[in-house]
């Protein structure tokens, strides 16, 4: 079965440059997550989009955006990164609850950031 | 806010034990509760999902339990194996928005199983 697809998996920039992370939901899944877990912490929840409008918003730093297009993926913009934002980038994807019924989310292998 | 709980935050135990692992949340208006686990540096794997309709889900070994009223989920391991030893993460998610509700994770139990 399709899973959610991320890339690339690993990435290593140096500070105050950008990065672009992309995220291919489950086919049919019109609901995309990006979540960012430090070394030892558990995934913090950053931001999410329905059906190509943002649902939620968490603890996403103004250096970074997102969107999703059309055919549903996603990409995360990051901008003048800095030494902090090195971490695991998740995105997990799921069926909306428009049917009234809310799947499971289903999480990537994740993009390892390292900003040296 | 929502507060998410996982005691303990490391668990050994040898081959063969039953494994508990618990998750307390302080908002009971939840719309369902996932049980994930990850390897180390790796993705998160879904292994139970619970709406908040429902008490318990069962697939092979795992059984998850929901007690909405006491804010609180436990996920069993039975008969557990070396295979097992990993971290267990719950997630919730609130009734808040019409789709794409964040999920809200507990700090995670740490399991080591040995042989």
């Known amino acids: 079965a399709a899973g959610v697809i991320q890339s690339p998996r690993h990435l290593i920039k140096e500070k105050r440059e950008t990065a672009t992370l992309k995220c291919y939901p489950i086919?049919?899944?019109?609901?995309v997550y990006w979540y960012q877990q430090g070394p030892g912490q558990d995934p913090q929840f950053l931001i999410s989009?329905?059906?190509?409008?943002?649902?939620d918003k968490g603890s996403i730093p103004d250096r970074f955006s997102a969107q999703q297009f059309s055919d549903y993926h996603s990409e995360l913009n990051m901008s003048s990164l800095e030494l902090g934002d090195s971490a695991l980038y998740f995105c997990?994807?799921?069926?909306?609850?428009?049917?009234?019924?809310?799947?499971?989310?289903?999480f990537g292998q994740g993009t390892r950031l390292t900003v040296v | 806010k929502q507060e998410v709980t996982q005691i303990p935050a490391a668990l050994s135990v040898p081959e063969g034990e039953n494994l508990v692992l618990n998750c307390s949340f302080t908002?009971?208006?939840?719309?369902?509760l996932q049980w994930f686990r990850q390897d180390p540096g790796k993705g998160l794997t879904s292994l139970l999902l619970?709406?908040?309709?429902?008490r318990e889900q069962t697939s092979g070994r795992l059984n998850a339990s929901l007690d909405k009223s006491s804010g609180r989920s436990t996920l069993y391991i039975a008969a557990s194996q070396p295979g097992d030893s990993a971290t267990y993460l719950c997630?919730?998610?609130?009734?808040?928005?019409?789709?794409?509700?964040?999920?809200?994770f507990g700090g995670g139990t740490r399991v080591l199983v040995k042989p």
């Open positions: 908002d009971s208006a939840i719309y369902n």
């Open positions: 997630a919730l998610t609130l009734m808040i928005k019409a789709a794409g509700n964040k999920l809200t």
């Open positions: 086919p049919r899944h019109d609901t």
């Open positions: 619970i709406q908040s309709s429902q």
């Open positions: 989009f329905y059906e190509k409008m943002q649902s």
């Open positions: 997990a994807s799921s069926l909306g609850r428009a049917g009234g019924v809310d799947t499971e989310a289903f």
